[in-house]
């Protein structure tokens, strides 16, 4: 049975539609990110599911208990939907120290002091703030905040954990081992999460699947490697990740086994794509990565050209180039420095994908 159902979610502010009919599911135990730009409607999605935004219809479960059904008149309060929330800004309050701000849920809930305090403790040893316990936020570092917050959202043990964007005040390399830490603590307690980011590299490297989302509207769900290696729009395509973006139009069919492309640039692709008719218009996505560079012709054979390299950039372990071909300009990547003004390109057929008209 899934721990999270949403069922034909809208809301409308004025004019704009921020919601339009969302629907999905999160299974137990699941990881799910909500991706998308600002303005997607991610956040008022996970608002809705928390019980701070009421939509203006559609219906949301949690196991056996319904929160929101717009046509039952039901709305739980926020308070009573045993859902934990970690905030961009943290929320955590200034007055008062670190044991204070976690075990407030629990005061809020008339737990006994005794059970209180055992539980604030364990709670603080588990996200390794034990040795903060006294301290006011005003004595912690960004980091060690976000982790008071993620305790005071764990402390009362909810049934759903919901994070709104919780790293994006973090700097670049606390943003990464914060993202392997949180990442590590769900996966161990067996934590149902809803995640909210506009970040990428945040939504392939947490999540068991990805619902991109754009103006109100679930454009696609899957798994990041499915997100990323087979984007079903353009919008998907160039959000995650770098994309090289082709139009052209089918010319002929390779013997069932794939077709070739005439590109608006004139030049023209052989590509694995078999189902297509000679004459459809379409658009392609190419990953930099996929393009092969080198430095010699030798051995060269499907969709082989030389390229002009227009600029490189060092990021690492890998350099990307801007490349100039046959009319294109193309993004690419490589592990390999070229100082040559040209390189030899060849893009395996199975390296295009597909995009919806």
Partial sequence: ????KVNGLTKTFGVERALDDVTFEVQDHEFLTLLGPSGCGKTTTLMSIAGFRTPDAGQISCGQDTLFDETARVNLPAQDRNLGIVFQSYAVWPHMTVAQNVGFPLKVRKMKKPALQ???????????MSPYAARYPHELSGGQQQRVALARALVYEPSVLLLDEPFSNLDAKLRERARAWVKHLQTSLGLTTVFVTHDQDEALSMSDRIIVMDHGVILQVGTPEEIYQ???????????GQCNILTGRV?????????????????????????LRVGDSIELALRPEAIRLAASTEGATENHFLAEVRSTSFLGDHYT???????????ARSPYKFTDPR???TIPRDAFRLLAS
């Avoid at 049975?1 to 999270?4: C, D, S």
């Avoid at 055992?118 to 390794?128: D, F, P, Y």
């Avoid at 087979?230 to 998907?236: C, G, L």
Wanted: overall charge negative.
């Fill in 1 to 4: 049975m899934p721990e999270i």
């Fill in 251 to 275: 010319t002929e069919r390779t013997d069932g086994a794939g077709s070739i492309v005439a590109l608006a640039s004139g030049s023209m692709l052989d590509i694995a794509q078999s189902d």
């Fill in 118 to 128: 055992q539980r604030v403790t364990q709670t603080l040893e588990l996200v390794e």
């Fill in 321 to 331: 180039y801007e490349l100039a071909a046959e009319g294109l300009t193309l993004n």
């Fill in 230 to 240: 087979q984007p079903t729009t353009r919008f998907v395509a160039e959000f995650v």
């Fill in 343 to 345: 390189v030899s390109v």
